[in-house]
């Protein structure tokens, strides 16, 4: 059984539209993670929080702890926001878990 | 301020060889998380070391193990290689203790490849 799960898989979007990724778990969790990987593998951190949002120019991120479910918004995409996203949690035992990835392209 | 740095970038072993990966945080930060990332699996947390200690383990076997130096950098070694080793192995530094518990910044990664 997972403990995360992402959708969707993979993504297309025109420049200029608004993007939904969605991140839900089934356990108590401590802290969520939003981190963003382009090719060749750097990874940076977009966001962490555990209630609330959270908002980072076109970025932002939203978490509802009753409803165990997270989700990445980016308003206006532009083909450089072409990367994986991926929430990664940690538990209330400290084990830290992350999701399968979404996979994002925007076109021109 | 530079960021993280991790050397070699990349890295050919062969089977039952062992490795040692190294990690430069930032400047100031004392903790360094390290990451393994294949795509079969993905992305799984190794173990974190702040003020070298090892603070957090994932679910790993023994052959993978760590050190930090007072300096706060960070080493990781992997004896008695196996194929399935073959990942990107990536490593983060944050300011405080905690590591996945903190906002961290990641390095470019290792890349191994076990022939």
């Known amino acids: 059984k997972n403990e995360v799960e992402q959708s969707p898989q993979n993504l297309t979007a025109q420049e200029g539209e608004f993007i939904t990724i969605n991140c839900s778990y089934s356990?108590?969790?401590?802290?969520l993670h939003w981190l963003q990987q382009h090719p060749g593998g750097g990874i940076v951190s977009l966001f962490m929080l555990s209630s609330g949002k959270k908002k980072h120019g076109r970025l932002i991120a939203t978490i509802n702890i009753q409803e165990k479910h997270s989700s990445l918004h980016i308003t206006a995409s532009h083909p450089r926001d072409s990367a994986v996203y991926i929430c990664a949690f940690l538990n209330t035992g400290n084990q830290f878990y992350f999701g399968t990835g979404t996979s994002l392209t925007v076109i021109p | 301020k530079a960021g993280v740095t991790q050397t070699p970038r990349y890295l050919i072993k062969t089977r039952g060889q062992q490795v040692t990966l190294s990690c430069s945080p930032i400047s100031g930060h004392r903790s360094v998380s390290w990451y393994q990332q294949t795509p079969g699996q993905g992305l799984q947390f190794l173990f974190e070391y702040f003020s070298e200690t090892q603070r957090n383990k994932g679910n790993f076997p023994g052959r993978f193990s760590g050190r930090q130096f007072s300096n706060s950098r960070s080493e990781m070694n992997v004896s008695t290689l196996e194929l399935g080793d073959s990942a990107l192995y990536l490593c983060a530094s944050s300011l405080g203790a905690g590591g996945p518990w903190n906002e961290q910044f990641f390095g470019p990664g290792t890349r191994l490849t076990v022939l």
């Open positions: 356990v108590g969790i401590s802290a």
